[in-house]
């Protein structure tokens, strides 16, 4: 009995995290899954991995020998063999997210990745091997504190590698932050989100994070946790950066015109089962969220969730294959209101409205509303 208060102590005191709980609720996107290991199993056996390295390999041509003789190289000063390695088995996940700069009244955009390791496998590589890898190398890296961690800082000036949009700060990702702290491997491109991280680690977890968001919680929902990778887009969180972002003010515009023909999407997600059966390489949910109802041309889809048996012209060699519903008829009353409520092509096309929507009516009228669509090789 003496031992149990310790026990239970010590499975508390390092808690389970996940990337949906260490980033705020103004995350544009996340990407995750709860089993690394799985998923890449999952791709080697479906081929997709070889695949795509070798379409690397032959894109790429002679950069990807070189880039494939580096890592290598990292590989085997960290004592890693890639025949033998073992896929870690746990969480992984990586999400986007405005950044403020209170003191200059700016918004940028962080990134953060965590990933769930096993502790007695990787604490000598993170603790010795690699701090003498990069002590070797030619970066340019410092040690700082966070939330009472030794964590390495990269500089690294992107500018000179990539071209970034104008309204984004092209210095936003010249810095790299990175730790490994009680099984978990924490990267990030700001100091606030990955002391934050640390906290959750220990069991100090944030108000406002993701996991209460409303939006984010939703979709989840609707994709299910049957797949082995969720992805999800909080459109309005995106709309929210982009318009505090541009100081032109145009954005608005551009988004209310979007709005206006695609609907007002708050968010849109994907759950993704790979090689769920011999015969299938990847099974896919979407779902698009609508709080204010349903309107603009996505608004035409369907609201089917339950799958249809797959009809007899598809045959068994097909590549993919998607089934849906459309509500046709709602579309030319839809084309008619979007036309309307723009000033400029109301005024030109109002003279020809009557017989376009007449024509559209017996174009549209005899289909039906479910599709069927697929691709062989």
Not at 169 to 191: L, M, T
């Amino acid at each position: 009995m003496l031992l149990v208060a310790p026990i239970v102590f010590a499975s508390l005191l390092y808690a389970d995290v996940q990337i949906q709980q260490v980033v705020p609720d103004t995350t544009i996107a996340v990407f995750s899954t709860n089993n690394v290991g799985e998923v890449i199993d999952h791709l080697n056996s479906a081929g997709v991995c070889e695949t795509i390295l070798d379409m690397c390999s032959s894109i790429c041509g002679e950069s990807y020998t070189v880039c494939d003789a580096q890592c290598t190289e990292m590989l085997n000063a960290l004592g890693i063999d890639k025949e033998t390695w073992t896929p870690p088995s746990g969480h992984a996940g990586i999400a986007i997210y405005p950044v403020v700069d209170y003191e200059v009244g700016s918004v940028g955009i962080g990134l953060l990745g965590i990933i769930e390791l096993d502790e007695s496998t990787y604490e000598e590589i993170f603790s010795t091997k690699l701090e003498t890898y990069l002590s070797e190398s030619e970066l340019e890296i410092e040690s700082v504190n966070l939330s009472g961690r030794d964590v390495w800082l990269i500089q690294n000036d992107l500018t000179k590698q990539i071209d970034t949009p104008s309204f984004i700060n092209s210095g936003a990702f010249d810095q790299w932050y990175f730790v490994f702290s009680d099984g978990y491997f924490i990267v990030g491109s700001e100091p606030n989100a990955i002391a934050i991280a640390l906290l959750a680690v220990d069991g100090d977890f944030e108000n406002d994070m993701l996991d209460s968001n409303e939006d984010y919680i939703s979709l989840v929902d609707r994709c299910g946790n049957e797949g082995d990778v969720f992805a999800g887009v909080l459109l309005t969180n995106l709309a929210d950066t982009i318009i505090q972002m541009d100081k032109s003010g145009m954005s608005m515009m551009v988004l209310a015109t979007f709005k206006s023909i695609f609907g007002d999407v708050d968010g849109i997600a994907e759950s993704v089962s790979i090689a769920p059966s011999s015969d299938v390489l990847v099974d896919a949910k979407y779902t698009a969220l609508m709080n204010d109802g349903r309107s603009g041309l996505l608004g035409l889809l369907g609201a089917n969730a339950t799958q249809q048996p797959i009809p007899d012209f598809v045959q068994p060699e097909v590549v993919s294959y998607t089934q849906g519903q459309i509500n046709l008829d709602k579309f030319v009353a839809l084309i008619k209101e979007s036309i309307q409520n723009n000033p400029l092509l109301g005024m030109q096309m109002a003279p020809q409205m009557e017989q376009m929507e007449v024509g559209l009516n017996l174009f549209f009228n005899p289909l039906g509303s479910n599709y069927h669509s697929f691709s062989t090789g």
